[in-house]
């Protein structure tokens, strides 16, 4: 079944506690993003990659990294969280194949102390 | 400072209304412009993608309407369901994946 699926689904912690959550697509996608969800404000892109060891900032990066050493993964890192990172963290995969669709992960949901 | 902006932030119709949702761009080098749709729990999935070379779009009982002068494009529901019930969210593209901007989403429900 081709998905993208997001790890762990759901991540309590405490502030400055790093904390990596994983990103895996089984489609051969060359693109993969990572959104965050917050009422009121939509999804807003954190960074994304075109392809392998490709990555970019998106609309708010602060806080986070990424890396993308393999086409199926991408992990997105927070290195020191803080309470305004909790959210609903959402995966993505696409390819130039399918225009600009978007195929999204389960989510990710984050509550930091 | 949102470039796209949404509404109502919800919306309640009885089971075959004709929800419609709206939303407005400032940014006039958008050239596409996709709705997702989000049931609670899951990740947002397309709905309906437009570009600006039309003015209206149908897929089934879902229709995008859009007004290039007006910068404004909005989604219509015909004979809504119950298991039409989702947060709706219009987006807006100047150039391809990384340039994807959402708005702030739209609740619906359809009550039978």
């Known amino acids: 079944e081709a998905q993208v699926t997001q790890n762990p689904r759901y991540l309590i912690t405490v502030t400055g506690k790093k904390l990596t959550v994983t990103c895996s697509q089984n489609?051969?996608?060359?693109?993969m993003s990572w959104y965050r969800q917050d009422p009121g404000l939509g999804l807003r892109q954190i960074y994304y990659?075109?392809?392998?060891?490709?990555?970019d900032k998106g609309d708010v990066p602060e806080g986070y990294k990424v890396s993308r050493k393999e086409k199926r993964n991408f992990p997105l890192i927070l290195e020191s969280p803080s309470p305004n990172q909790t959210s609903l963290y959402f995966c993505?995969?696409?390819?130039?194949?399918?225009?600009?669709?978007?195929?999204f992960g389960p989510g990710t949901r984050l509550l930091v102390l | 400072q949102q470039q796209v902006k949404q509404s109502p932030q919800s919306l309640i119709v009885q089971k075959g209304g004709i929800p419609i949702i709206n939303c407005a761009y400032e940014?006039?080098?958008?050239?596409?412009f996709p709705w997702y749709q989000q049931f609670p729990g899951k990740g947002p999935a397309l709905l309906i993608a437009?570009?600006?070379?039309?003015s209206e779009k149908k897929e089934g009982r879902f229709t995008i309407s859009f007004n290039k002068s007006a910068k404004q494009f909005s989604l219509h529901i015909m004979d809504s369901q119950p298991g039409d019930s989702a947060t709706y969210f219009c987006?807006?593209?100047?150039?391809?994946?990384?340039?994807?901007?959402f708005g702030a989403g739209t609740r619906l429900a359809v009550h039978p």
């Open positions: 940014n006039t080098a958008f050239d596409y």
């Open positions: 993505a995969s696409g390819t130039n194949r399918d225009g600009e669709t978007q195929y």
């Open positions: 990659s075109m392809n392998v060891e490709v990555t």
């Open positions: 489609m051969n996608h060359e693109y």
């Open positions: 987006a807006a593209s100047a150039g391809g994946y990384n340039k994807l901007i």
């Open positions: 437009i570009r600006p070379d039309v």
